[in-house]
């Protein structure tokens, strides 16, 4: 059987995912699609609309046949190692294939990319080094490194999902098989589109439909409105629960979380004494060396108060657990598990609550989000449907 991979947050799972995946199936002639899919928590720094079950069941009947997990210590990174997990989740799964939505629309070789991208590694990391800190993000200062490097590979406008691409293709590189890529060009709305016009709308306008309580059913499957319907989670049902954190914190203990640097801690805990809300909050603290999405990472690390030894302790554990599968999804794993690198995990239990105490904070701290959000491991199998 072959597979074909996709990564994913599916926040919610919408028209246009159902579009990606009968695409990725079509374009890469696989038998089976694997989606490696973030958690409860995203790689935008932002909390699931709603859980990972219920986006993992509106996956499988909407085209998936094997829903995975993307551990936290993965999803809540920036482009490059929220890439580094997700390759090497569908490397040890044996996916032939990797298909991911873009929004670049010229001709771009990411192929090709990847594979320059490793044999120059030595003269672009030099030269990014040798760029001065002049208040740009790492994805500008890369910017920088590839016109002066590699002028034919710079586009015009960096999109979020052609970084993502770009990052994909280059993890793909390193290994001995690389997957084949097949992207897919973004149809109808755009990533920051607001429109809800059309069957096809971006995932950011559902959201904010969802805020505004406009109507947003022509937009996604029955699955995911059903999930819809229960709840839906926004960064504001956080915000008493990370200002209390803020406030309660030393700026000691702040300094040590996970990516808090050039005393950024300082900076966090004065805005938390005067702001009202998470969107005050953030428009204080938001700068131009620090954009939107770094920020609201590290108010996620200081949420889950993750360390740097935690996140370094959750990196030696790697594992795969599965969230659902189809017929077909299911016999393929049954035999991708004679020949997988990482342990399979089907369930969490009591005997694995320490070597997976980050994933399982993180989840009940999600879960307090609103009382209708179920347990999220403990007693939690694979869902079961068949192929639609």
């Known amino acids: 059987m072959r597979a074909c991979g996709v990564i994913v947050e599916y926040n919610p799972f919408h028209n246009g995912h159902r579009y990606h995946v009968k ?6 002639g696989s038998d089976v699609i694997i989606a490696v899919m973030s958690g409860n928590f995203l790689q935008r720094g932002e909390p699931a609309i709603i859980d990972k079950w219920q986006r993992a069941k509106a996956a499988l009947a909407n085209g998936v046949d094997l829903v995975v997990e993307l551990p936290i210590e993965w999803s809540l990174q920036p482009a490059d190692y929220f890439a580094k997990g997700s390759v090497a989740i569908l490397q040890a799964l044996g996916c032939e294939s990797l298909c991911f939505g873009t ?4 001709t771009f070789d990411y192929q090709n990319y990847g594979e320059i991208m490793i044999v120059e590694e030595e003269r672009i990391n030099a030269l990014f080094q040798s760029l ?3 208040n740009q993000t790492y994805a500008e200062k890369m910017q920088r490194v590839m016109a002066q490097l590699f002028p034919e590979w710079v586009t015009k406008t960096v999109q979020p999902n052609h970084i993502l691409g770009l990052s994909y293709s280059r993890e793909n590189a390193k290994y001995e098989h690389p997957m084949n890529l097949f992207p897919i060009n973004r149809i109808s709305q755009g990533y920051h589109s607001q429109s809800l016009e059309t069957t096809i709308a971006s995932a950011t306008a559902i ?13 996604v499957p029955q699955e995911t409105l059903d999930g819809l319907a229960s709840y839906h989670v926004f960064w504001e049902s956080f915000w008493p629960l990370l200002k209390y954190e ?14 808090m640097s050039e005393g950024l801690e300082h900076r966090l805990k004065k805005s938390a004494k005067i702001a009202n809300s998470f969107d005050e909050f953030l428009a204080q603290i938001k700068s131009k060396r620090y954009t939107q999405t770094r920020l609201q990472r590290l108010c996620c690390y200081v949420l889950l108060g993750i360390t740097v030894e935690i996140m370094d302790n959750a990196w ?7 969230l ?3 017929e077909q999804g299911k016999e393929y794993l049954r035999q991708a598990k004679e020949r997988c690198p990482l342990p399979i995990l089907s369930k969490i239990g009591k005997k694995e609550e320490q070597q997976f105490g980050l994933k399982i904070r993180a989840d ?3 879960m307090l989000a609103n009382s209708k959000i179920q347990e999220q491991n403990f007693g939690r199998y694979p869902i079961q449907i068949k192929n639609p």
């Open 23 to 28: 695409q990725a199936r079509q374009q890469s």
């Open 103 to 106: 929004d670049n629309h010229s």
């Open 132 to 134: 001065k800190n002049d």
């Open 207 to 219: 959201r904010q439909g969802l805020a505004k309580k406009q109507a947003i059913s022509h937009t």
């Open 246 to 259: 803020l406030l309660v914190r030393s700026l000691s203990d702040l300094k040590k979380i996970y990516q």
């Open 316 to 322: 030696e554990h790697p594992s795969i657990q599965v």
């Open 324 to 326: 659902g599968f189809t």
């Open 364 to 366: 009940q701290i999600y």
